[in-house]
Nanobody
Framework: QDHLVESGGGSAQVGGSLKLSCVGT????????MGWFREVKEKEREGVAA???????SYADSVEGRFTISKDNAKRTAYLQMNDLKPEDTGMYYC???????????????????WGQGTQVTVSS
């Protein structure tokens, strides 16, 4: 059974935008830390952004100022608005969620929670 359902990946031009969504299937996700990881070519998995129940956010340096994570607790949904996309943003993006207070981008506690199926993001020039 899928706990997290992602959508919104696709292709964009350099400088363009995409918005990812991640819906938690159970009510518990309204109180969870939620975030995004990505796997890009020839690099290790990278934490991209995270948001806690109260809306506190954290970002990787590589996306700070370009990406925005948000969360609608009532809808159990997290969003990742990606602007000013670059070719190096190309990769598979995964949503993760967990009942951790250590809610920050790349948190291993977040990584040990539930994961979505992943959605591909491709940025081309």
């Amino acid at each position: 059974q899928d706990h997290l359902v992602e959508s919104g990946g696709g292709s964009a031009q350099v400088g363009g935008s995409l918005k990812l969504s991640c819906v938690g299937t159970d009510e518990q996700y309204s109180t969870y830390c939620m975030g995004w990881f990505r796997e890009v070519k020839e690099k290790e998995r990278e934490g991209v952004a995270a948001i806690d129940q109260n809306g506190a956010t954290s970002y990787a340096d590589s996306v700070e100022g370009r990406f925005t994570i948000s969360k609608d607790n009532a809808k159990r949904t997290a969003y990742l608005q990606m602007n000013d996309l670059k070719p190096e943003d190309t990769g598979m993006y995964y949503c993760a969620a967990g009942p951790t207070r250590d809610c920050y981008s790349g948190s291993p506690y977040l990584a040990s929670g539930h994961w979505g199926q992943g959605t591909q993001v491709t940025v081309s020039s």
